[in-house]
């Protein structure tokens, strides 16, 4: 006969204790977790249809075509036409749905058009940008500019127009004098469609010889250097920033 | 030895040309076609893996992405909650990088100090990045927020309890705790949008296509593109989570 | 240097936007200041129980009283700081096994009722029973229910208490490294955040909560004894005190191995640290965490330990030095859980700590959670007395 030992009397009450514990635990587990925590991984696996179901506010590039088909063809073969139609309109997915009881906002005036056209040295150089200050102030930008095919009203004669970020620049320089064109090769369909037709930036340092180098015909302040030897193997622009060039630096 | 069949071959063939036919016709009046059209049409999340690529040489700093989610996502308006929000660089000849977020850029950035020589200066959005390694998944104590099957980090707005790891746990800033719902809330990539085919919000307003969404290892996708032409880093790859906004030409001192 | 104008208050350089509400606030600067002096108080006890330091036996049930009582109060600054507390048994139905929080419920569980609960009933059941016959009234019913049924008193029923009680004591020393330690792993495992992320969190913690802990309990029992007119055994003073000093040398070796080895190693995130400690954390980790929570209680007790001095004079010395300690540990905590948010993740910026007087995070509310262990080890100490002369009956040791 094999002698069981005697279970202690101290745990027999702790021992009912633990029990009725993991069973409240179980229980909870079978009540509280949601029914489809734990389908696709460790979560609500229902979540994923909740979210999915968020209302729209943005109705969507495209979603203007049906109805205003004349504007949309005539701002996709304009500048603005990667400018979806709710950048300047706000969201319209409740226009869409119901087109008379909810109107977009057209902004009007010139406190909208700077938000990307305003002056800032921080954007990419070349972006068509004006200082509003001193643009013609006082008019709406749209009596000038239609926003669906927004040309200039005439073909801009100073490259600052924009490439403002180095023209001010240039223009507390030694350089301030010179013309861009003195130095880059500007076709004139550069300034109607700019990104098809580049600039030209110089190759060699005769360019530059031309004022500066030892016999060149310019005005004796213009500082002189060896043509052939000064700076070795770099290009005068390999050091000198052409914008702004700090010779003693 | 040939067995014969139940049923003699002939009649079998002549009842399939006649039986086959009338299935068909059957079939397209009851408007099978398109309950089939139905069953092709619906959103897989299997079959996608979703991710945004950032071409920081176009960003111009106008804050329209910004603004849109704000709009499209409910986001509280006050100016320290951003689902998504542009930066401001300035690296100056001398001295540190000075970059600022003025209400996530929305209502654009205030001059430059006079004076500043800026050597180079840029803006660069920035969002969640749906990390493929989240530590902000790994770190939720209850499983309120996870990977969505197409790859896209959600948060369950009813099982959060608050705890606010996964904001400490994130290495990007991303997320915020709601002020009024109490719990945790982030970019969603519009999930709600591209569900259904759509762009997310900041995606359709940038006016210069500095954001291009799309999905990754999908060939038709155009982020395949912009992953193909650009040299492309992501933000502190160090902490190997595995982020999914690439940017393109992103300067050394963003991070 | 731009010229900011939206800037707003208290931030210097750049944050990220979303960064601007510190999210840990006081009442997580709380929650591991308790959980530290359980974890100290309980290695107090196992060091009389387990490792058989003799001349620490007056202060045995004391120790397991005081960390039963600050263990009660810790979970509540963690349900206070919650977004919705009211989902809080998620933590226990759905865990996600890849975070460490979700520990907290199976740790704190498990060290409330198998190590702390169980030991202080098996160390006092003889007693319970005891009182449960001598005593009358509202305290007879009582401690008849204390006693569980479990009446026996025999003296093979006593040896089992203690023998299993050696036992509990045994698992419990690691359980209370797992229930502060892991706290500490909670933040050197965010990687997120140089501040926080490091090997050596979960054992400065750990060591931190040691000293806080003896110093608690020598606190507690030097009051204890003022109030009762009692004695103060000082041979059980000067241990506590000696070990007390011993931990701290150890702490502060630690975090001076963690200062140096951060200066040295000189990595990215170095320059706006430094920024965060001379223009946030000066007071908090200069003066009352090294100076006088470190280094002035230290020279303290060496002095008053080693030193030729009258006891009155070394009780001063020990009465001051356990006060500055419990604020020195307690910026500790502050240093850890606020100054870990006050630096941007861009390493670019600083922020403020906005606290509030009232609230739910308030200093208010801190404050009564803090008091609360006290009085809740008031009670205890009515109902399950911890003090050696009342000990109705001489047990086996």
Same mark, same amino acid.
Request: charged content about 20%; some cysteine; proline content about 7%.
């Given at each position: 006969?094999?002698?069981?030992?005697?279970?202690?009397?101290?745990?027999?009450?702790?021992?009912?204790?633990?029990?009725?514990?993991?069973?409240?635990?179980?229980?909870?587990?079978?009540?509280?977790?949601? =029914?489809?925590?734990?389908?696709?991984?460790?979560?609500?696996?229902?979540?994923?249809?909740?979210?999915?179901?968020?209302?729209?506010?943005?109705?969507?590039?495209?979603?203007?075509?049906?109805?205003?088909?004349?504007?949309?063809?005539?701002?996709?073969?304009?500048?603005?036409?990667?400018?979806?139609?709710?950048?300047?309109?706000?969201?319209?997915?409740?226009?869409?749905?119901?087109?008379?009881?909810?109107?977009?906002?057209?902004?009007?005036?010139?406190?909208?058009?700077?938000?990307?056209?305003?002056?800032?040295?921080?954007?990419?150089?070349?972006?068509?940008?004006?200082?509003?200050?001193?643009?013609?102030?006082?008019?709406?930008?749209?009596?000038?500019?239609?926003?669906?095919?927004?040309?200039?009203?005439?073909?801009?004669?100073?490259?600052?127009?924009?490439?403002? =970020?180095?023209?001010?620049?240039?223009?507390?320089?030694?350089?301030?004098?010179?013309?861009?064109?003195?130095?880059?090769?500007?076709?004139?369909?550069?300034?109607?469609?700019?990104?098809?037709?580049?600039?030209?930036?110089?190759?060699?340092?005769?360019?530059?010889?031309?004022?500066?180098?030892?016999?060149?015909?310019?005005?004796?302040?213009?500082?002189?250097?060896?043509?052939?030897?000064?700076?070795?193997?770099?290009?005068?622009? =390999?050091?000198?920033?052409?914008?702004?060039?700090?010779?003693?630096? | 030895?040939?067995?014969?069949?139940?049923?003699?071959?002939?009649?079998?063939?002549?009842?399939?040309?006649?039986?086959?036919?009338?299935?068909?016709?059957?079939?397209?009046?009851? !408007?099978?076609?398109?309950?089939?059209?139905?069953?092709?049409?619906?959103?897989?999340?299997?079959?996608?893996?979703?991710?945004?690529?950032?071409? $920081? +040489?176009?960003? $111009?700093?106008?804050?329209?992405?910004?603004?849109?989610?704000?709009?499209?996502?409910?986001?509280?308006?006050?100016?320290?909650?951003?689902?998504?929000?542009?930066?401001?660089?300035?690296?100056? @000849?001398? !001295?540190?990088?000075?970059?600022?977020?003025?209400?996530?850029?929305?209502?654009?950035?205030?001059?430059?100090?006079?004076?500043?020589?800026?050597?180079?200066?840029?803006?660069?959005?920035?969002?969640?990045?749906?990390?493929?390694?989240?530590?902000?998944?790994?770190?939720?104590?209850?499983?309120?927020?996870?990977?969505?099957?197409?790859?896209?980090?959600?948060?369950?707005?009813?099982?959060?309890?608050?705890?606010?790891?996964?904001?400490?746990?994130?290495?990007?800033?991303?997320?915020?705790?709601?002020?009024?719902?109490?719990?945790?809330?982030?970019?969603?990539?519009?999930? +709600?949008?591209?569900?259904?085919?759509?762009?997310?919000?900041?995606?359709?307003?940038?006016? @210069?296509?500095?954001?291009?969404?799309?999905?990754?290892?999908?060939?038709?996708?155009?982020?395949?593109?912009?992953?193909?032409?650009?040299?492309? @880093?992501?933000?502190?790859?160090?902490?190997?989570?595995?982020?999914?906004?690439?940017?393109?030409?992103?300067?050394?001192?963003?991070? | 240097?731009?010229?900011?104008?939206?800037?707003?208050?208290?931030?210097?350089?750049?944050?990220?936007?979303?960064?601007? /509400?510190?999210?840990?606030?006081?009442?997580?600067?709380?929650?591991? &200041?308790?959980?530290?002096?359980?974890?100290?108080?309980?290695?107090?006890?196992?060091?009389?129980?387990?490792?058989?330091?003799?001349?620490?036996?007056?202060?045995?049930?004391?120790?397991?009283?005081?960390?039963?009582?600050?263990?009660?109060?810790?979970?509540?600054?963690?349900?206070?700081?919650?977004?919705?507390?009211?989902?809080? &048994?998620?933590?226990?139905?759905?865990?996600?096994? #890849?975070?460490?929080?979700?520990?907290?419920?199976?740790?704190?569980?498990?060290?409330?009722?198998?190590?702390?609960?169980? /030991?202080?009933?098996?160390?006092?059941? #003889?007693?319970?029973?005891?009182?449960?016959?001598? #005593?009358?009234?509202?305290?007879?019913?009582? &401690?008849?229910?204390?006693?569980?049924?479990?009446?026996?008193?025999?003296?093979?029923?006593?040896?089992?208490?203690?023998?299993?009680?050696?036992?509990?004591?045994?698992?419990?020393?690691?359980?209370?490294?797992?229930?502060?330690? &892991?706290?500490?792993?909670?933040?050197?495992?965010?990687?997120?955040?140089?501040?926080?992320?490091?090997?050596?969190?979960?054992?400065?913690?750990?060591?931190?909560?040691?000293?806080?802990?003896?110093?608690?309990?020598?606190?507690?029992?030097?009051?204890?004894?003022?109030?009762?007119?009692?004695?103060?055994?000082?041979?059980?003073?000067?241990?506590?005190?000696?070990?007390?000093?011993?931990?701290?040398?150890?702490?502060?070796?630690?975090?001076?191995?963690?200062?140096?080895?951060?200066?040295?190693?000189?990595? /990215?995130?170095?320059?706006?640290?430094?920024?965060?400690?001379?223009?946030?954390?000066?007071?908090?980790?200069?003066?009352?965490?090294?100076?006088?929570?470190?280094?002035?209680?230290?020279?303290?007790?060496?002095?008053?330990?080693?030193?030729?001095?009258?006891?009155?004079?070394?009780?001063?010395?020990?009465?001051?030095?356990?006060?500055?300690?419990?604020?020195?540990?307690?910026?500790?905590?502050?240093?850890?859980?606020?100054?870990?948010?006050?630096?941007?993740?861009?390493?670019?910026?600083?922020?403020?700590?906005?606290?509030?007087?009232?609230?739910?995070?308030?200093?208010?509310?801190?404050?009564?959670?803090?008091?609360?262990?006290?009085?809740?080890?008031?009670?205890?100490?009515?109902?399950?007395?911890?003090? %050696? /002369?009342?000990?109705?009956?001489? %047990?086996?040791?």
């Amino acid at each position: 006969m094999l002698k069981i030992p005697k279970i202690p009397q101290q745990l027999i009450p702790l021992a009912i204790l633990f029990a009725l514990l993991i069973g409240a635990l179980v229980l909870a587990r079978q009540l509280l977790v949601p =029914d489809t925590f734990g389908d696709l991984g460790h979560y609500r696996a229902q979540v994923v249809n909740e979210i999915g179901s968020q209302q729209l506010a943005y109705a969507g590039f495209e979603a203007c075509v049906d109805c205003h088909t004349d504007v949309y063809q005539l701002k996709q073969q304009s500048r603005h036409k990667g400018v979806a139609c709710e950048v300047c309109h706000g969201p319209a997915a409740s226009h869409v749905n119901a087109p008379d009881e909810f109107k977009p906002n057209i902004p009007k005036g010139r406190g909208f058009c700077p938000l990307c056209h305003g002056y800032n040295p921080s954007r990419p150089s070349g972006f068509p940008q004006i200082i509003p200050e001193q643009h013609n102030p006082g008019r709406a930008c749209m009596s000038c500019h239609n926003p669906h095919y927004p040309l200039l009203p005439h073909t801009p004669e100073e490259c600052s127009a924009c490439h403002r =970020d180095i023209a001010n620049v240039k223009v507390v320089s030694p350089h301030a004098a010179l013309p861009c064109t003195r130095c880059h090769t500007v076709p004139e369909q550069h300034r109607i469609n700019p990104k098809f037709v580049r600039a030209e930036k110089p190759s060699s340092r005769e360019l530059c010889g031309q004022c500066h180098a030892q016999g060149a015909e310019s005005s004796p302040e213009i500082p002189r250097i060896d043509l052939e030897t000064h700076g070795g193997r770099y290009l005068c622009w =390999d050091c000198h920033y052409p914008h702004y060039p700090e010779a003693h630096k | 030895m040939n067995k014969e069949p139940k049923i003699p071959r002939r009649e079998f063939l002549e009842n399939c040309s006649r039986k086959v036919p009338a299935w068909f016709l059957i079939m397209a009046t009851f !408007g099978a076609e398109e309950i089939l059209a139905q069953e092709e049409s619906k959103y897989d999340p299997g079959q996608h893996n979703y991710a945004m690529g950032i071409d $920081i +040489h176009k960003c $111009i700093g106008c804050g329209r992405c910004a603004d849109a989610c704000k709009k499209e996502n409910q986001v509280p308006t006050e100016p320290v909650f951003f689902r998504t929000w542009v930066e401001r660089y300035v690296i100056p @000849t001398e !001295g540190e990088t000075q970059v600022d977020s003025p209400n996530g850029g929305i209502d654009g950035f205030p001059e430059l100090k006079s004076g500043t020589e800026v050597l180079r200066t840029f803006f660069v959005p920035k969002l969640c990045n749906h990390c493929a390694n989240p530590p902000c998944v790994q770190v939720c104590p209850v499983g309120a927020t996870f990977v969505s099957e197409d790859g896209v980090v959600l948060v369950d707005e009813t099982y959060c309890v608050g705890c606010r790891y996964c904001i400490q746990a994130c290495p990007y800033g991303a997320r915020y705790l709601h002020p009024t719902k109490k719990v945790a809330d982030k970019c969603t990539f519009c999930y +709600h949008r591209i569900t259904k085919g759509l762009l997310p919000a900041c995606v359709e307003v940038c006016p @210069t296509q500095a954001r291009i969404f799309g999905e990754v290892g999908k060939p038709s996708s155009p982020l395949r593109r912009f992953l193909r032409f650009n040299d492309v @880093t992501v933000l502190k790859p160090w902490l190997n989570t595995e982020p999914k906004v690439y940017y393109a030409g992103a300067d050394g001192e963003v991070k | 240097m731009l010229n900011v104008l939206t800037q707003l208050p208290g931030i210097t350089g750049y944050i990220y936007p979303n960064e601007y /509400e510190l999210h840990w606030g006081l009442l997580i600067v709380v929650y591991p &200041y308790l959980t530290g002096l359980v974890a100290g108080a309980f290695i107090l006890a196992s060091l009389e129980r387990v490792f058989k330091v003799k001349v620490l036996q007056p202060i045995y049930r004391l120790s397991l009283l005081t960390a039963l009582s600050f263990l009660i109060v810790a979970p509540l600054p963690l349900l206070a700081h919650l977004g919705h507390p009211g989902r809080s &048994y998620e933590i226990f139905l759905t865990p996600n096994t #890849k975070s460490a929080m979700a520990m907290f419920g199976f740790v704190y569980a498990w060290y409330l009722m198998v190590v702390l609960l169980l /030991e202080v009933w098996f160390d006092y059941r #003889k007693d319970i029973v005891f009182w449960s016959k001598e #005593k009358k009234g509202i305290k007879k019913f009582l &401690y008849k229910i204390l006693t569980l049924g479990a009446t026996d008193t025999s003296e093979k029923a006593t040896l089992f208490d203690n023998q299993i009680g050696k036992v509990i004591t045994i698992i419990g020393i690691p359980s209370a490294f797992l229930l502060h330690g &892991y706290v500490g792993f909670i933040f050197g495992s965010v990687k997120a955040n140089p501040w926080w992320s490091s090997v050596l969190m979960p054992i400065v913690f750990l060591f931190s909560a040691i000293v806080s802990g003896v110093a608690m309990v020598l606190l507690i029992y030097m009051i204890t004894s003022l109030v009762r007119w009692k004695q103060m055994n000082m041979a059980c003073v000067n241990k506590l005190a000696e070990l007390l000093l011993y931990a701290m040398i150890v702490d502060f070796s630690l975090e001076l191995l963690d200062f140096i080895q951060r200066l040295y190693e000189s990595e /990215e995130s170095i320059t706006i640290l430094s920024q965060m400690i001379s223009n946030r954390l000066f007071i908090s980790l200069i003066i009352t965490q090294i100076i006088l929570g470190s280094l002035v209680p230290m020279l303290s007790i060496a002095m008053a330990r080693f030193g030729k001095l009258a006891d009155e004079m070394r009780r001063m010395l020990y009465f001051l030095a356990v006060i500055l300690v419990q604020v020195g540990i307690f910026s500790t905590r502050w240093n850890v859980v606020i100054g870990g948010q006050l630096f941007s993740k861009s390493l670019r910026g600083l922020t403020v700590y906005k606290m509030e007087l009232t609230g739910l995070e308030g200093l208010l509310t801190a404050a009564l959670l803090l008091i609360l262990p006290f009085i809740i080890l008031f009670i205890l100490s009515r109902i399950l007395p911890p003090w %050696s /002369e009342e000990k109705p009956a001489v %047990s086996i040791p």
